[in-house]
């Protein structure tokens, strides 16, 4: 139940395509929904998060789609530049306790110039 | 804002000895910091929380003893990997919160230590 479901686990988009990647949880005590951007040995950065109370947040070409009822959220990066080529990572917390991530287990994504 | 910064980048230190890594937080206050372990293509796995001036809180199946955490200021937290071995390499990523100021779900993360036992 504390799982944080990711998928694809990679993905190719050409220049200018749209990237989509997905996830899913089951734990409803869940509410704040981060997604972190990671370079090859570099920590991971915050690109946007979001709140249950909202169904889309968009922050330039990074938009995140959430579906409370089917307890699935999405990252949707706009006009892919080979520059976005990195993992993203997906991840929950709740409000009880220290507010600890559970995160996916990641997206390679490869943008193609 | 909010940055954080790890030290060092990377170790190489030989089988039985011991390493620290410190994580400090820049321009805030973390009163909570994470730390994280990370295998090669993996995802980030919680290793242990610690809040300023108390003792850490270990996930399952993560040696206390062996990893000692420390957390001493509202800046520093250290990691010291014991009695180094060979399976203890790995990328070793620390994170910091600031619910003072902004939100505490919020987490910033440190650029990483590389650390290899050879």
């Known amino acids: 139940q504390q799982q944080v479901k990711q998928s694809p686990q990679s993905l190719i988009v050409q220049k200018g395509g749209i990237s989509i990647i997905n996830c899913a949880y089951e734990n409803t005590a869940f509410d704040y929904f981060p997604w972190y951007q990671q370079f090859p040995g570099k920590g991971p950065a915050l690109l946007i998060a979001i709140r249950p109370d909202v169904s889309e947040k968009k922050e330039g070409r990074f938009t995140i789609s959430f579906n409370k009822s089917a307890k699935q959220f999405s990252l949707h990066i706009m006009d892919s530049q080979p520059g976005d080529s990195a993992t993203y990572f997906c991840?929950?917390?709740?409000?009880?306790?220290?507010?600890?991530?559970?995160f996916g287990t990641g997206t390679r994504l490869k943008v193609l110039a | 804002g909010a940055v954080v910064s790890q030290h060092p980048s990377r170790v190489i230190c030989k089988s039985g000895t011991s390493v620290k890594i410190e994580c400090r937080s820049l321009?805030?206050?973390?009163?909570?910091m994470f730390w994280y372990r990370q295998f090669p293509k993996k995802s980030l796995m919680l290793m242990a929380t610690?809040?300023?001036?108390?003792?850490?809180?270990?996930e399952q199946g993560v040696e206390k003893d062996k990893f000692l955490i420390n957390h001493a200021s509202l800046t520093l937290s250290t990691l010291t990997v014991t009695s180094a071995h060979p399976e203890d390499s790995s990328f070793y990523i620390c994170?910091?919160?600031?619910?003072?100021?902004?939100?505490?779900?919020?987490?910033?993360f440190g650029p990483g230590t590389r650390l290899t036992v050879t």
């Open positions: 610690s809040n300023e001036g108390s003792k850490a809180t270990y």
């Open positions: 321009d805030f206050q973390a009163t909570t």
């Open positions: 991840a929950a917390s709740t409000a009880s306790g220290t507010y600890k991530y559970i």
């Open positions: 994170s910091a919160s600031d619910p003072g100021t902004g939100s505490p779900h919020e987490q910033y």
